[in-house]
């Protein structure tokens, strides 16, 4: 069975950055590689919302990060990774990750709290 877990976030000032990591097991690298991952997160009252993708090496992101987000995987270790620049107090949410098509079961996320 696939876990995920993440790991990473934290709390920052406006401004600052994080990097967050989702480490996968149960999974090879090579059937990893294949996947297409997200990042999602959920903010307090609202829904999860995807926030970046990346399959091989093609990312997606929403318009609201594009610039400031990066996405990025080690698939021999089976992690992805979400590089958070510029961040800003709309970005505080738990981030998830997890494949597309999702899997059943959720990590727990990771905190990011955006304040000053």
């Known amino acids: 069975q696939v876990q995920l877990v993440e790991s990473g976030g934290g709390l920052v000032q406006p401004g600052g950055s994080l990097r967050l990591s989702c480490a996968a097991s149960?999974?090879?690298?090579?059937?990893?590689?294949?996947?297409?991952m997200d990042w999602y997160r959920q903010a307090p009252g609202k829904q999860r919302e995807l926030v970046a993708s990346?399959?091989?090496?093609?990312?997606h992101y929403i318009d609201s990060v594009k610039g400031r987000f990066t996405v990025s995987r080690d698939s021999a270790k089976t992690m992805v990774y979400l590089q958070m620049n510029s961040l800003k107090v709309e970005d505080t949410a738990v981030y998830y990750c997890?494949?597309?098509?999702?899997?059943?079961?959720w990590g727990q996320g990771t905190q990011v709290t955006v304040s000053s």
């Open positions: 997890n494949r597309s098509p999702s899997l059943p079961s």
């Open positions: 149960g999974v090879s690298g090579s059937i990893f590689s294949l996947w297409r």
């Open positions: 990346i399959i091989a090496d093609n990312t």
